[in-house]
Protein backbone atom coordinates (compact mmCIF):
# COMPACT_ATOMS: atom_id res chain seq x y z
CA UNK A 1 0.00 0.00 0.00
CA UNK A 2 1.36 3.52 -0.62
CA UNK A 3 1.97 5.83 2.07
CA UNK A 4 2.36 9.88 2.27
CA UNK A 5 4.47 12.05 4.82
CA UNK A 6 3.61 15.20 4.89
CA UNK A 7 5.97 17.41 6.45
CA UNK A 8 4.47 21.14 7.58
CA UNK A 9 7.09 24.24 8.52
CA UNK A 10 7.79 27.60 8.41
CA UNK A 11 10.46 29.35 6.19
CA UNK A 12 10.87 32.85 4.90
CA UNK A 13 13.38 31.85 1.95
CA UNK A 14 11.26 28.36 0.19
CA UNK A 15 13.22 29.19 -2.55
CA UNK A 16 16.25 27.84 -0.97
CA UNK A 17 14.98 25.21 0.66
CA UNK A 18 13.60 23.98 -2.65
CA UNK A 19 16.92 24.64 -3.96
CA UNK A 20 18.85 22.97 -1.21
CA UNK A 21 16.56 19.54 -1.20
CA UNK A 22 17.01 19.66 -5.10
CA UNK A 23 20.57 19.81 -4.93
CA UNK A 24 20.84 17.17 -2.65
CA UNK A 25 21.59 13.46 -3.97
CA UNK A 26 20.52 9.78 -2.80
CA UNK A 27 23.21 7.21 -2.56
CA UNK A 28 23.17 4.50 -5.15
CA UNK A 29 20.74 1.84 -3.29
CA UNK A 30 18.49 4.58 -1.62
CA UNK A 31 15.24 4.47 -0.82
CA UNK A 32 13.87 7.52 -2.35
CA UNK A 33 10.14 8.86 -2.58
CA UNK A 34 7.99 7.90 -5.62
CA UNK A 35 7.10 12.20 -5.94
CA UNK A 36 8.06 15.14 -4.03
CA UNK A 37 5.70 18.01 -4.06
CA UNK A 38 5.81 21.35 -2.13
CA UNK A 39 3.18 23.17 -1.03
CA UNK A 40 1.71 27.03 0.99
CA UNK A 41 -0.83 27.01 2.87
CA UNK A 42 -2.56 30.17 1.60
CA UNK A 43 -3.75 31.01 5.27
CA UNK A 44 -0.47 31.19 7.15
CA UNK A 45 1.97 33.69 5.81
CA UNK A 46 5.46 31.45 5.62
CA UNK A 47 4.00 28.07 5.78
CA UNK A 48 4.93 24.95 3.96
CA UNK A 49 4.30 21.60 3.54
CA UNK A 50 6.56 18.48 1.68
CA UNK A 51 4.52 16.00 0.82
CA UNK A 52 6.43 12.71 -0.05
CA UNK A 53 4.87 9.90 -1.69
CA UNK A 54 6.40 6.35 -0.83
CA UNK A 55 5.99 2.81 -2.31
CA UNK A 56 5.07 1.76 0.96
CA UNK A 57 5.64 3.01 4.95
CA UNK A 58 8.54 0.78 5.28
CA UNK A 59 10.32 2.59 2.69
CA UNK A 60 9.07 5.81 4.21
CA UNK A 61 10.59 5.15 7.44
CA UNK A 62 14.17 3.74 5.67
CA UNK A 63 13.95 6.71 4.11
CA UNK A 64 13.48 9.14 7.22
CA UNK A 65 16.30 6.95 8.94
CA UNK A 66 18.97 7.20 6.04
CA UNK A 67 22.32 9.27 6.26
CA UNK A 68 21.35 11.12 3.36
CA UNK A 69 18.17 12.48 4.85
CA UNK A 70 19.96 13.38 7.83
CA UNK A 71 22.17 15.22 6.19
CA UNK A 72 19.90 16.89 3.85
CA UNK A 73 17.88 18.20 7.30
CA UNK A 74 20.68 19.64 9.14
CA UNK A 75 21.40 21.33 5.94
CA UNK A 76 17.24 22.87 5.90
CA UNK A 77 16.88 23.38 9.34
CA UNK A 78 18.44 27.02 9.23
CA UNK A 79 15.81 27.72 6.66
CA UNK A 80 13.22 26.48 8.77
CA UNK A 81 11.22 28.68 11.97
CA UNK A 82 10.16 26.93 14.52
CA UNK A 83 8.81 23.24 15.21
CA UNK A 84 8.32 20.84 12.34
CA UNK A 85 5.11 18.51 11.70
CA UNK A 86 5.25 15.40 10.42
CA UNK A 87 2.15 13.42 9.19
CA UNK A 88 2.18 9.36 8.16
CA UNK A 89 -0.57 8.97 6.54
CA UNK A 90 -1.62 5.77 4.71
CA UNK A 91 -3.35 5.91 1.79
CA UNK A 92 -6.84 3.57 1.86
CA UNK A 93 -8.53 4.79 -1.88
CA UNK A 94 -7.67 6.62 -4.60
CA UNK A 95 -9.79 7.61 -7.45
CA UNK A 96 -8.55 8.95 -10.75
CA UNK A 97 -11.26 11.35 -12.13
Do not use: C, W
Request: aromatic residues 8%; negative net charge.
Amino acid sequence: MEFIQIVEYQSSDIDAVIEIARASEYPEGAVKPLSVIVVKDRDRPNTYATLLRFASYEDAMAHSESDSTHERLKQLAPLMEGERRFYNLDIVNEDQP
